[in-house]
């Protein structure tokens, strides 16, 4: 059973061009979690979906960040405009059920964005 | 919504040594509790969790308490290997009402764990 897969690994920008970052969840998982991590920094948790719907966007900038998790296919975060203050990296995270159902969020290897 | 302080920021023990993460959470509704271990360039890896019905679970050489009164949980490592060296996140999750919202888990912004051989 493959993990939590992300891709691209790492991605380079240039300021005002846009970013997708793709995360496949564990087979069976229909919970979706993404976080952004800055250096030295922990995690900060941007959005939550399941299957064609957003839960849970409370941590997602409003302007030029958007999440998907369409009935087929991977979750994508995607980033217009970016801007040097985006640089960072962005795991997402997978789990079964809900995490206050009981379920472990499994985390991908992240996506490094570097934005020029 | 949660804010969760986790201290030290950086710990150094000696190998075989013990080592105690603390960290506090703001919510009372808060009721999951995982540890996850990154180390460098590497994903974040659950090690332990805890839920607010218990006040101590432990595996091998890892224990997480739980004082939801205080509400502070702690992370204790005993008889510390080179390996253990990483960074330590904790994190508190508040259980998403009926429409299922608020799963996220809230960090702590980590603990650099340094074991001196």
């Known amino acids: 059973n493959a993990g939590v897969m992300q891709n691209p690994r790492h991605l380079v920008r240039r300021r005002g061009q846009e970013a997708r970052l793709r995360c496949s969840p564990m087979k069976g998982h229909s919970h979706v979690y993404w976080y952004r991590q800055l250096p030295e920094e922990g995690l900060k948790f941007m959005v939550y979906l399941q299957k064609e719907n957003i839960i849970d966007e409370s941590g997602m900038p409003k302007e030029r960040f958007s999440a998907e998790f369409p009935k087929e296919g991977p979750s994508i975060l995607r980033i217009q405009q970016v801007v040097r203050g985006d640089s960072a990296a962005y795991f997402c995270?997978?789990?079964?059920?809900?995490?206050?159902?009981?379920?472990?969020?499994?985390f991908g290897p992240g996506t490094r964005l570097t934005v020029l | 919504g949660e804010n969760v302080e986790q201290h030290p920021s950086t710990l150094s023990v000696q190998e075989g040594d013990s080592a105690v993460i603390k960290c506090t959470y703001s919510?009372?509704?808060?009721?999951?509790f995982p540890w996850y271990k990154q180390e460098l360039g590497k994903r974040p890896q659950l090690i332990i969790d805890?839920?607010?019905?218990?006040g101590e679970k432990k595996d091998q050489r890892i224990a997480v308490t739980l004082n939801k009164t205080a509400k502070h949980f702690s992370l204790h490592i005993t008889e510390t290997q080179p390996e253990d060296s990483a960074v330590y996140f904790c994190?508190?999750?508040?259980?998403?009402?009926?429409?299922?919202?608020?799963?996220?888990?809230?960090f702590g912004k980590g603990t650099h764990l340094i074991i001196q051989p």
């Open positions: 805890i839920r607010s019905n218990v």
């Open positions: 995270a997978s789990s079964p059920e809900a995490t206050s159902g009981g379920a472990e969020q499994f």
């Open positions: 994190a508190a999750s508040i259980p998403g009402d009926s429409g299922g919202g608020a799963d996220g888990l809230t």
């Open positions: 919510d009372s509704a808060s009721n999951y």
